[in-house]
């Protein structure tokens, strides 16, 4: 069963600092992977998926890498701004499952201060 | 730790019926919960934000009349899924938002979703 793991479980930075999230799956039969991001009372937003083939998505300022090889995939947000504080999640599909449920991993809460 | 259960977790049904599917905060009390669907190897996509006591608050492109959500008491949310048809076959996941040490901050708890299939 795909396990999915991120860290760290929380983050601070001052605006303007780059921010570097990462998630780790345990099964790398994966088709895709995806990021969520979600705001305090409000349901997931899914900000990038990445297709098994690829190596990275962007979007903006975000950045999505994976390394199924690894069973890792990191997000990267630039310069980042005091909006962009939220929950991040990502979820990778269970290759043993026959409709490829995600699991999600627990998220990583980030804060930036202005 | 904080557990949404979510019933049944697996359910077939024929084409024009009604399939009722139950979100339970079990040791928490969750004034807001999520519904989620997700098509076979698709990603997940938020349906509606369920509060309790309102009424929910559905995504654009998600039919009210055809996806009715209920949310009567702080620990039970239910999505009825109306005249079915074989193109509403999905996974349907639920969360609840609350249970964790903090439980008024943005906590997310997750079910274990619910299979449907419709012939």
């Known amino acids: 069963k795909q396990e999915v793991t991120q860290i760290p479980a929380a983050l601070s930075v001052p605006e303007g600092e780059n921010l570097v999230l990462n998630c780790s799956f345990t099964d790398s039969a994966i088709y895709n992977l995806q990021w969520f991001r979600q705001d305090p009372g409000k349901g997931l937003t899914s900000l990038l998926l990445?297709?098994?083939?690829?190596r990275e998505q962007t979007s903006g300022r975000l950045n999505a890498s994976l390394d199924k090889s690894s069973g890792r995939s990191t997000l990267y947000i630039a310069a980042s701004q005091p909006g962009d504080s939220a929950t991040y999640l990502c979820?990778?599909?269970?290759?043993?499952?026959?409709?490829?449920?995600?699991?999600f991993g627990a998220g990583t809460q980030v804060v930036v201060t202005p | 730790g904080a557990v949404v259960s979510q019933h049944p977790s697996w359910v077939i049904c024929k084409s024009g019926t009604s399939v009722k599917i139950e979100c339970r905060s079990l040791?928490?009390?969750?004034?807001?919960m999520f519904w989620y669907r997700q098509f076979p190897k698709q990603s997940l996509m938020l349906m509606a934000t369920s509060n309790e006591g309102s009424k929910a608050t559905y995504e654009q492109g998600v039919e009210k009349d055809k996806f009715l959500i209920n949310h009567a008491s702080l620990t039970l949310s239910t999505l009825t899924v109306t005249s079915a048809h074989p193109e509403d076959s999905s996974f349907y996941i639920c969360?609840?938002?609350?249970?964790?040490?903090?439980?008024?901050?943005?906590?997310?708890?997750f079910g274990a979703g619910s299979r449907l299939t419709v012939l």
């Open positions: 969360s609840a938002r609350g249970g964790g040490l903090d439980s008024g901050a943005n906590v997310l708890t």
């Open positions: 979820a990778a599909p269970d290759s043993t499952d026959s409709w490829g449920k995600f699991q």
């Open positions: 990445i297709q098994s083939s690829q």
């Open positions: 040791d928490f009390q969750a004034t807001t």
